[in-house]
């Protein structure tokens, strides 16, 4: 009989370390699509901004300059570092992109998924993180004050 509880008892505690497992797994899984789901959402609201901005443009010179003015309004940067410079330097191929698809040609928005994609892998590497995370805003907290 013995044998038998000590059988079951290596099942149960077999099923409970599969299960933290699984649990462990899943709750990697749930953040990554998180991140991937409002990173997905980030990246549509800032383009979005940016086609608004560029829809009245008509040149190549005052789309590009039309979305650096919405992307640094989004972000909040009101002053200009070097890092900035540099992203928004980089940002150009996409308005570019972007301003030469609003014809609607499919090529042309091949390139602007391409000019992005370039975009965001290039932020990756230079800034070790990915784009859409300056757009994480953390509100501090602020005193309740009764008037």
Known sequence: MARFLLEL?????????AEGSFRREAAKQIAALEQARAF???????MQ??????????????AVASAFAALRMRLG?????EARSQVITHFGSVALAMFRAQAGDDKATEDVHEALASFEQWYAETRGAPFWMLFE????????VDF
């Open 49 to 62: 901004a940016v086609a608004q901005a560029m829809a009245s443009a008509d040149s190549e010179e005052v």
């Open 40 to 46: 997905a959402f980030r990246r549509l609201n800032i």
């Open 137 to 144: 805003h953390q509100m501090p907290d602020t005193p309740l």
């Open 9 to 17: 008892k290596t099942a149960a505690e077999a099923a409970k370390v």
């Open 77 to 81: 940067w009101n002053s200009d570092s």
